[in-house]
C-alpha cells in the first residue's frame, strides 16, 4: 500500500475520530468563546469576593501571614462601631445630595447645549464643562485647597464681600462634608453630561418633528417626547452614578479633609480604606467590605426592581 | 602616508563612542549594591537628595537609590507593608517616631545589635547625643538611626509683630504672656493672630508642660490626668478668646506663609520651606511653656530604620548611615532644619538658635503609641483633640473619653 494511503486510512481510522470528537464538540462549545472572560472574572473578581468574604472572619497580617479565627466578631464590632455609623450616615446624605445634583443639573445641561445652534460654542462649552472629569483629585485638590483657605481663600473673599462672616470650609464638622459635595460634584457631573448629549443626539428627529407640527413646544417636546426616548441613559446614569458618587468621592475625602473633622465627613468606603490601609486591620477591613458589597447589591436591586418599569427601551 | 580614516573605523568609534555613556555606567552600577531609601521629602532640591548624591559620589561600592512613596510617614509605611508583603521591601525608611513600635513589631525593622554586631552598633550610634540614642529603640532594642529631630517652635510674622507694636526681640515664656501679646497683634493689625497644629504632637507639648502625660512609662494612658486637663485647656484657650481660628496644617501653612498669621507654632523641621516661601522677616521662638510649671518640650521627627533582611544591603545601609553621621553629611542634612542631634561640631544654622535652645534644655521623645492597635490608637487620640478643640466637648469629658477608648485599643 502506497504510504500516502496509509497515512489517509491511519486518519479515518475511529480511534482518531474519538480523539477529534471532544476536541470538535468543545470549539462548537459557547465555553470556548467564554472562557477567557470567565476565568478572568473568577480569577479577579469571584475568587478575591469570596477570599474577602473568608478574611472577614479572621485576624490577619499581611506581614506574619497568620491568622487567628475572629468568627463574626468584626461584623459585630463594626455594626456596633459610632464611626460606622456615621460613615453611613454620611454615606446617605453624600448620595441625597449628589444624586440629584450629578443627574439633574447636567440633564438640564444638556438640554441647553443641545439646542445651541452655534456648532464651535457647542463644543466650547462641552469642553469647558467636561474638563474637570479628566483632572486628577490631587490636581485639582491643589486648586480647591486654596479657594477653601478660611484665612486667605478666594471662597471667603466672595463671602467677606456680601456681609457674611469668613467660613472654615473643610475644618468646620458641620461644612466639611457639603465642601466634599461641591468639590465631588464639580469633578464628576461631566460623565453624565456626555452621556446625556449622545442619548439627545440619537433621539429620532423626524419624531422630535412631528411632535413640532403637532404644535409642541419645546417644553412640551423635551418633557413629553425627548426625556422618555432617552430613559435608558437616564436610569443607567443613575445606577452608575450611584456606585460612582460612593467610590470617586474617596479620593475627593482623601485629598481635602482626610475625613475629618473627627470622621464628619468619611463614607462607607473611606472608613473601609482606613482599617485596611491605614490600621492595617485586614481581617475587619474585610468584614467592612461585605457590608458595603451586600448594601450596594441591595440598593442595586431596588433600583432595577422599581425604577426600570419606567424605562423605554423602544 | 595617508592620514584618511576608514568607513568601517570611523562606523566602529562612532558607535562606541555613542554607546559607552549608556553602557559604562549601567557596568558600574551593576557591580554596587543597590539599597532603596524610602522617605517622604518632596523636591529635587531637598538635602536628602543632596545627600544620596555625595553618598554615591564617594564610589563606597553601595548606590543608594531615593524613593519618595509618599508625603507623611502613614502612607510611606502603609506602601512599605505593602512592599514588604510582596518580597520587595526598602532597604531602608524614614521612620516616624510615633510609629517606632509598628516598625518593630509588624514591619519587621532589624535589630542593629543582630545585624551589625554590638560593637558597629556602638560605635555608629556613638557619633549622637547620648540623650537621643534611647529615642529610635524600642524596649532597649535599637531599631534606627536618630537623625532627624525637631521641635515645637513659634513662627513670627515679625512684620506684624512690630507693626503691632510688640517690643521685636520679645520671646514670650509661657502661654500666659503669649497670649495677650497675640490679642495685641490681632487687634492692632486685623490679621489672625495665631495658629495651632491641631494633631497629636503638639497638644502632647501642652500636657507635659503642664505636668501630665499622654501614655506613661507603663504603657498606659494617662490623657485625661488634671495636669493633661489643664495643659488642653490652655492649649483650646485662644480658640475660645477668638484668637485662633482652626484650620488643617496645609491651610495653616499657606495662610501664615501668605503673611495672614501673625503667629504660628509648628514644628521646627518645617523651618527651610516656611523661610524659603515668605516674603516677610521671619523669626522663631521657644515653644512657650505654661505658668507655674517646668518647661517639658517633646521631640518630633523619623529614624533612619533597615528593613532588608540580605546580608549585603545591611552592610550597605551601615556604610550609608556611617557617612549620614560624619560631619560632611549631617551639615549637608541639617539644611532640612532639623537638630544637630550628633556629636559633630557643626555650627548652628542661621535663624535656628530657638530650637537649639529648646533641644538644649532637654527634650522628651515623641508619644510612641503601643501594641498592634497603635496607629488607630493615634488616630482616635487625634479625633478627641479635634472634638475639644472645636467645642464639640468639654477639656474633661474629651480627655476621658480619648482615655477610655485608647485603653480599649492598647488593651486589643
Known amino acids: 500500500m502506497p504510504l ?11 480511534w482518531r475520530r474519538l480523539r477529534e470528537s471532544p476536541w470538535r464538540r468543545l470549539r462548537e462549545s459557547p465555553w470556548l468563546f467564554a472562557g477567557p472572560a470567565v476565568a478572568a472574572a473568577v480569577l479577579f473578581v469571584w475568587l478575591p469576593m469570596a477570599a474577602t468574604f473568608g478574611l472577614s472572619f479572621f485576624d490577619w497580617s499581611l506581614l506574619r501571614q497568620e491568622a487567628t479565627w475572629r468568627g463574626l466578631d468584626h461584623y ?4 456596633a462601631n459610632p464611626d460606622f455609623h456615621l460613615a453611613l450616615a454620611n454615606t446617605g446624605l453624600y448620595l441625597l445630595a449628589l444624586l440629584p445634583l450629578q443627574v439633574g443639573v447636567p440633564l438640564a445641561l444638556a438640554f441647553a447645549l443641545i439646542r445651541i445652534a452655534a456648532k464651535a460654542a457647542g463644543r466650547l462649552y462641552r469642553t469647558a464643562l467636561f474638563a474637570p472629569s479628566v483632572l486628577s483629585f490631587p490636581v485639582a485638590a491643589v486648586v480647591w485647597l486654596w479657594l477653601f483657605n478660611p484665612t486667605v481663600g478666594f471662597l471667603n473673599t466672595l463671602t467677606g464681600a456680601v456681609g457674611l462672616p469668613p467660613q472654615r470650609w473643610l475644618s468646620d464638622p458641620d461644612l466639611a462634608l457639603w465642601s466634599v459635595v461641591a468639590v465631588t460634584f464639580w469633578k464628576s457631573f461631566g460623565l ?3 452621556i446625556f448629549l449622545a442619548a439627545l443626539a440619537n433621539v429620532p428627529g423626524d419624531v422630535v418633528e412631528a411632535a413640532r407640527i403637532d404644535g409642541a413646544g419645546p417644553w412640551r417636546r423635551a418633557l413629553d417626547i425627548e426625556l422618555p426616548l432617552i430613559s435608558p441613559a437616564l436610569f443607567f446614569a443613575v445606577v452608575t452614578t450611584f456606585i460612582v458618587v460612593l467610590d470617586e468621592i474617596v479620593g475627593a475625602v482623601d485629598v481635602l479633609t482626610e475625613g475629618g473633622p473627627y470622621r464628619t465627613s468619611s463614607n462607607l468606603l473611606y472608613f473601609l480604606y482606613e482599617r485596611g490601609f491605614r490600621r492595617f486591620q485586614f481581617g475587619e477591613a474585610a468584614a467592612v467590605a461585605v457590608l458595603i458589597a451586600a448594601i450596594i447589591a441591595g440598593v442595586t436591586w431596588a433600583q432595577f426592581h422599581f425604577g426600570e418599569r419606567r424605562v423605554h427601551y423602544d | 602616508m595617508s592620514r584618511a580614516v576608514s568607513r568601517r573605523t570611523f562606523t566602529l568609534a562612532a558607535s562606541t563612542a555613542l554607546a ?11 557591580s554596587d549594591t543597590r539599597i532603596d531609601l524610602v522617605h517622604l521629602f518632596s523636591g529635587a532640591e531637598h538635602p536628602i537628595q543632596k545627600l544620596i548624591k555625595a553618598f554615591n559620589d564617594k564610589g563606597t561600592g553601595v548606590t543608594v537609590v531615593s524613593r519618595q512613596d509618599g508625603t507623611t510617614y502613614e502612607t510611606i509605611t502603609q506602601k512599605a507593608m505593602s512592599a514588604i508583603a510582596a518580597g520587595r521591601g526598602p532597604a531602608l525608611m524614614t521612620t516616624g517616631w510615633k510609629l517606632g513600635d509598628f516598625a518593630k513589631k509588624t514591619l519587621g525593622a532589624q535589630d542593629f545589635r543582630q545585624i551589625f554586631g554590638p560593637e558597629r552598633t556602638e560605635a555608629l550610634l556613638a557619633k549622637f547625643r547620648p540623650a537621643v540614642r534611647p529615642l529610635a529603640s524600642i524596649g532597649g532594642v535599637p531599631i534606627g538611626l536618630p537623625w532627624s529631630m525637631s521641635t515645637p517652635v513659634l513662627y513670627i510674622n515679625q512684620a506684624l509683630w512690630t507693626q503691632a507694636g510688640l517690643d521685636p526681640r520679645a520671646e514670650p515664656k509661657t502661654v500666659e504672656e503669649l497670649y495677650p501679646m497675640v490679642h495685641q497683634l490681632q487687634e492692632k493689625t486685623g490679621k489672625q493672630g495665631l495658629c495651632y497644629e491641631v494633631n497629636e504632637w503638639l497638644p502632647q507639648a501642652f500636657i507635659q508642660n503642664a505636668g501630665g502625660n499622654v501614655i506613661d512609662a507603663d504603657g498606659k494612658a494617662v490623657m485625661d490626668s488634671a495636669a493633661a486637663v489643664r495643659g488642653i485647656e490652655a492649649f483650646v484657650q485662644p480658640r475660645h478668646d477668638n484668637l485662633w481660628r482652626v484650620m488643617t496644617i496645609p491651610e495653616m501653612l499657606a495662610a501664615f506663609q501668605a503673611g495672614a498669621i501673625g503667629v504660628m507654632a509648628s514644628s521646627s523641621g518645617r523651618q527651610t520651606g516656611v523661610r524659603q516661601a515668605v516674603k516677610f522677616d521671619l523669626r522663631l521662638a521657644q515653644m512657650p511653656g505654661l505658668a507655674g510649671h517646668p518647661r517639658r518640650m517633646n521631640s518630633g521627627g523619623n529614624f533612619l530604620a533597615v528593613y532588608s533582611k540580605i546580608k549585603e544591603q545591611q552592610d550597605g545601609a551601615y556604610k550609608f548611615m556611617e557617612f549620614v553621621s560624619s560631619k560632611q553629611g549631617f551639615e549637608i542634612w541639617l539644611a532640612t532644619g532639623y537638630l544637630n542631634v550628633t556629636v559633630n561640631d557643626i555650627p548652628v544654622p542661621p535663624g535656628n538658635a530657638a530650637a537649639y535652645a529648646q533641644m538644649d534644655s532637654g527634650l ?6 503601643p ?8 488616630t482616635v487620640h487625634i479625633d478627641w483633640i479635634t472634638k475639644i478643640v472645636n467645642g464639640a466637648v468639654s477639656v474633661p ?3 476621658r473619653a480619648d482615655r477610655q477608648a485608647i485603653e480599649k485599643l492598647i488593651a486589643a
Not at chain 1, 4 to 14: F, I
Not at chain 2, 364 to 369: H, N, Q, R, V
Open chain 1, 4 to 14: 500516502n494511503m496509509a497515512w489517509r486510512r491511519l486518519g479515518e481510522s475511529p
Open chain 2, 371 to 378: 501594641g498592634a492597635r497603635g496607629l488607630e490608637a493615634l
Open chain 2, 397 to 399: 469629658e474629651g480627655l
Open chain 2, 20 to 30: 559607552a555613556p549608556a553602557i559604562l555606567p549601567r557596568a558600574a552600577l551593576a
Open chain 1, 192 to 194: 453624565n453630561l456626555l
Open chain 2, 364 to 369: 522628651t521623645s515623641e508619644t510612641i503609641w
Open chain 1, 76 to 79: 459585630r464590632g463594626t455594626l
